[in-house]
């Protein structure tokens, strides 16, 4: 009988995704299933049900599981379990560690989504580089990011390390949701990408467009979308140069919904990156010419994440 069964959940607003493993990391089910954030009681409820459908369908009981992991888009303050500001989930604060521990009667590690997918994507990295420091950049409809510093998730003074998105890349840049000019977020995230690309034609806006569609067509050489994709890569080439700067991570990794674009979305980076290591001997030294990773589309980082984190209690 398998008695060290770890679960791992990502909770997102729409969706929380599930994933059972043995000891060995072995993955016995995956389940996704709504989110529900109508209210905080049946919030919780609907989590329990999904945990109870993927251990089901990994043909295990609640009382073979050793302890829980899960990311949440939040504060977490994690001597109390609780989330705080969770605006996709409809709460405020709430104690969803106490409340998953009472359920399950085991063990709850609980960690912001960001943090929990660079943890994740810390460990597919060992997979390709040895590497015990990385920073992770999620590149979404926002912009986050992670430090693992000798093997150990850097969770910071309020557990908000490394909040890179509305850091000033640009004093006269594009207006921020935040109120300033020129954050990471408003030049580099997949709407600002969008944006950037409809503002090269003249006249109404054209159709719609997703950052994903303008990296294909930068690919394609189609040449607003490839002068797009050069200035945004050059942005994000200076976003893992601080990163190396400010931590001496060994390898920066990208995640994230924009980066599921894959070869078109990581080799124009790559060249930035190169080009900035041809201008100064410190970049050079800092960072290695394969320093720079993306996650394999479809990857699901926070999950595996919260699962390390499970293991690790
Ligand atoms: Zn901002």
Known sequence: VLDHIFVGLDIGG??????????????????????????????????????????????????????????IPGHIVQEKGEVHMAVNLNLTTFPIGPKLSEIFKVPIALENDV????????????????????AYISIGTGISAGVVLNGRLYHGHTGMAVEIGHVQFEQDGPLCACGMHGCLEALASGPAIARQYQELFPGPAIQAVTAK?????????????????????????????????????????????????GAPFLNPIIEAVARIR???????????????????????????????LAQQI
Not at 226 to 254: G, H, K, P
Not at 278 to 297: K, N, T
């Open 115 to 134: 943090r929990a997918a660079a943890f994740g994507a810390y460990e597919w990295m060992q997979t390709q580089r040895d590497a015990s420091t990385m």
């Open 14 to 71: 729409t969706k929380t995704a599930v994933l059972v493993v043995d000891q060995d990391s072995k993955i016995l089910s995956r389940h996704t299933a709504p989110t529900q954030i109508t209210d905080p009681k049946i919030f919780v409820t609907g989590i329990a049900a999904a945990i109870d459908t993927a251990l089901q369908l990994a043909g295990v009981t609640r009382d073979q599981i050793q302890a829980i992991g899960a990311g």
């Open 213 to 261: 569609e303008v990296y294909q067509a930068a690919a394609e050489g189609q040449p607003q979308a490839v002068d797009t994709i050069q200035l945004v890569s050059q942005i994000l080439a200076r976003a893992v140069n601080m990163m190396v700067n400010m931590y001496d991570v060994e390898v920066v990794v990208f995640g994230g919904g924009v980066s599921s674009a």
């Open 278 to 308: 041809q201008q100064s001997d410190l970049a050079r030294m800092l960072i290695a010419e394969d320093a720079v990773l993306a996650l394999p589309p479809g990857h699901s980082a926070a999950t595996w994440g919260a699962i390390k």
